[in-house]
């Protein structure tokens, strides 16, 4: 009885259990807490033990980070290893400039089409809110017109426009995306003679 209960809370029988399952390194400390939060009902924040209430607020806040890390690292500065690192595998993704995609490679394609016509597409995060397992972003998008979009073949022009975004989150990493932007403005950002 003593060694199961050993393994169970020992910290690299749990990582193993984690790798078994997908993270390959076993080494993800979002997975390892959860774990740990899962198997003891409690969670450890700032180095004393809190309950599940404080724990779930503690993967809200997680879950806020995968999100700016997402429009830092994969927008912004266009990291494809945070691709894998970020989004689910099956990753559902609708943006305002284009049709739903799924998986990894369908959503590489959307941000290849958006990025080839603005090469330096800047993603601002304003505000962010989480509850659960969603995360809602309002955001500007700012960047230069170098590429066709919407009809319309580059124009040198620098454009700004607004968009909200709304993420589901699993196990650390995006499953779902749904953004709304002002593709009503960016258009007559990019029609102006």
């Known amino acids: 009885m003593a060694s199961t209960r050993k393994s169970f809370f020992d910290p690299e029988a749990i990582r193993a259990s984690i790798a078994k399952d997908g993270d390959a390194a076993g080494k993800s400390n979002t997975c390892f807490y959860r774990e740990c939060a899962t198997r003891t009902n409690l969670a450890v924040a700032g180095g004393r033990r809190v309950g599940q209430a404080a724990a779930r607020k503690a993967f809200v806040q997680d ?39 799924v998986g990894i490679a369908g959503f590489k394609q959307y941000v290849d089409r958006i990025r080839s016509a603005f090469p330096d597409l800047h993603n601002h995060i304003e505000e962010l809110i989480a509850e659960g397992d969603k995360v809602a972003a309002h955001l500007t998008y700012t960047g230069t017109h170098h590429g066709e979009l919407f009809g ?42």
Do not use: H, M
């Not at 968009?163 to 650390?172: D, H, I, T």
């Not at 749904?178 to 029609?191: H, M, N, Y």
């Open 63 to 101: 879950y806020k980070s995968v999100v700016r890390r997402y429009y830092s690292e994969i927008w912004n500065a266009w990291s494809e290893p945070a691709l894998e690192e970020l989004l689910s595998p099956d990753i559902v993704f609708r943006g305002s400039i284009g049709t739903a995609v």
């Open 152 to 193: 319309f073949p580059g124009t040198g022009r620098k454009i700004t426009y607004q968009g909200l975004a709304v993420f589901r989150c699993k196990e650390g990493k995006i499953v779902r995306g749904f953004v709304l932007g002002d593709t009503e403005t960016l258009k007559r950002q990019l029609a102006q003679e």
